[in-house]
């Protein structure tokens, strides 16, 4: 067939061809290679294993199955009418012998240490670690006292700043649920709600997000409030426990502004009037007490030099030491103010839900809506004013210190925590500073610890154990549910096949095969569900769960 060039370019690539039809399927797009090993008979197999990824840049199946997974995880805890989470069993004999005994060994070791007897610290120290151990065995979470003995940590003095309103403090019950109302004809209600919290403002902005006046919009205290915006969600919950006087419970996701600020998405459990929801958040504040860092004092042809002799940075001029992390917090008088100081804007709304309304799908789904994305893509980027702000708040971060440890405190004269050669202002490899998190260097998602009483590994498995009820319908049990393997977990070892290993297959090919098991699966699944009554098959994009997740 004689074609143009141009013609032959507009033919599909048969690896674009492979990579849509495993999307279509919710197969990963770049499968890790796993080999699969009987101990028994030594038959060794090689399968495909999802990468994982979270990010629809990288892989949309995975990033889409994590996104669903997030919100199940939401659904199971929203509107729960008991204690996710039971009491702990009371200690037994055992272990109460156990810390008698080890109350019993911190006595001979105080007694060891005032003789300055190493060699009894030492022995103490052991039949400590191997009490510690016991302890473990029987049970018992965490340790009787910390490993730790030094008391390092610095505390500033806990009054409340004069420009905050103050609040009210109450004993914090132990419950998570909600209250209970009766409507007038009886009927029991325990709504939920959904909060959202947004930064302060920097300066006046378009309906785009472009600031009015980018020269007068405040770009250093836009990365600051980024940087340490974990810490003001963490301090808002803190108060707004104290204030309501239970253990608030709260499922969270964080998304930019059109102006690219930190935006918190939070569907709490329980009911709280919002007149108190605004007080608590126009009273809670974070103070960051590190080393002043407004003005640089050395610039980028003229850095401190690190000095292998001293262990550290000198200044490049005088050779003179620079002061280390702990020197410059030292050197932070008592009545010396904060570096900066963290709020919440004035936009606080506050919805109420219940569990049979027909928002809540709705809103789990708009409270998700953004897990998939980088948080530089949340919003589409269309104009130059748009790019020039991305720019702009990027070039903020770059040399804003995000961390004790970050290479940027060399530019305001302070040798960062535990120093070492190569460090460079400018270059820091935190994830505040990377383009694609708008400073914001935690965690996307906030779940509480009694949200739904799991773990995101546990409510995987609750998706694992529905497939294997189905398919036990059609006498599929043990591994062959899991995949027709035919192996108990204690007699199969898996070993992640590396780059280079002359085992691991091509990527096309790990796609291929990845793409024949799922339309296996699949077809063993509508049979299953077939057998149950069931008609509806399952989604070829997310086989294997239950359509109400």
């Not at 060794?44 to 995975?62: E, R």
């Not at 009490?131 to 910390?146: H, M, N, Q």
């Not at 709280?272 to 608590?280: E, Y």
């Not at 003179?320 to 904060?338: C, G, M, N, R």
């Amino acid at each position: 067939m004689n074609t143009t060039r141009a013609e032959r370019m507009r033919f599909p690539l048969a690896r674009h061809v492979v990579e849509a039809v495993a999307t279509e399927n919710g197969v990963c797009i770049r499968p890790l290679a796993i080999r699969r090993v009987d101990t028994r008979t030594g038959e060794t197999s090689v399968l495909p294993m999802p990468c994982g990824a979270t990010l629809v840049s990288k892989c949309p199946p995975c990033a889409e199955r994590a996104r669903k997974l997030r919100m199940a995880q939401c659904t199971a805890g929203w509107h729960l009418d008991d204690e996710p989470l039971p009491d702990p069993d009371p200690a037994g004999d055992d272990a109460r012998t156990l810390v008698q005994l080890r109350a019993d060994l911190e006595a001979v070791r105080v007694d060891a240490v005032n003789g300055h007897d190493v060699d009894e610290i030492s022995e103490v120290d052991d039949l400590i670690s191997q009490v510690d151990a016991a302890l473990t065995d029987l049970g018992v979470r965490g340790k009787a006292a910390p490993d730790s003995r030094d008391r390092t940590r610095r505390t500033r003095s806990t009054r409340r700043r004069q420009d905050a309103p103050d609040l009210p403090r109450l004993p914090v019950d132990r419950r998570t649920v909600g209250r209970t109302f009766t409507g007038s004809d009886g009927t029991a209600w325990r709504p939920s709600m959904f909060l959202t919290l947004t930064c302060d403002s920097y300066g006046r902005v378009n309906g785009d997000g472009t600031p009015v006046n980018p020269d007068r919009y405040d770009y250093r205290r836009a990365a600051r409030d980024a940087i340490h915006f974990p810490k003001l969600v963490d301090r808002f919950w803190q108060n707004l426990r104290r204030a309501v006087g239970y253990d608030v419970q709260y499922f969270a996701c964080l998304e930019p502004q059109r102006r690219l600020a930190p935006h918190l998405h939070a569907a709490m459990r329980g009911t709280i009037p919002r007149v108190l929801l605004r007080l608590v958040a126009a009273a809670t504040y974070h103070q960051v007490w590190w080393p002043a860092c407004d003005r640089p004092l050395y610039s980028a042809d003229r850095l401190p030099v690190w000095d292998d002799d001293m262990g550290g940075y000198t200044d490049p001029d005088t050779g003179a030491s620079l002061p280390t992390w702990e020197e410059a917090l030292d050197a932070i008088e008592e009545d010396a103010e904060p570096a900066h100081v963290v709020r919440f804007g004035v936009q606080v709304r506050a919805d109420g839900v219940t569990a049979n309304s027909g928002n809540t799908g709705r809103l789990i789904g708009y409270l998700c809506k953004y897990l998939t994305k980088s948080l530089d893509t949340c919003h589409d980027i269309a104009s130059d004013a748009q790019r020039a702000h991305v720019d702009r708040l990027a070039e903020a971060l770059r040399f804003e210190p995000c961390a004790p440890t970050c290479a940027n405190w060399l530019r305001y004269g302070v040798q960062p925590k535990n120093p070492k050669a190569g460090l460079l202002p400018g270059r820091c490899k935190g994830k505040a500073h990377r383009r694609d998190t708008l400073g914001f260097g935690g965690r996307r998602v906030l779940v509480s610890r009694k949200w739904s009483g799991k773990t995101l590994t546990d409510h995987r498995e609750d998706r694992k154990r529905w497939v294997r009820e189905q398919l036990a319908v059609l006498g599929h049990t043990g591994d062959e549910a899991r995949g027709g393997q035919g192996a108990t977990s204690d007699r199969v070892v898996w070993q992640l096949l590396r780059p280079g290993d002359p085992a691991a297959p091509r990527r096309e090919h790990l796609l291929l095969r990845a793409v024949a098991d799922r339309h296996r699966w699949r077809a063993q699944l509508d049979a299953a569900r077939a057998a149950r009554g069931d008609p509806h098959p399952v989604s070829a994009a997310d086989p294997g769960m239950p359509r109400a997740a």
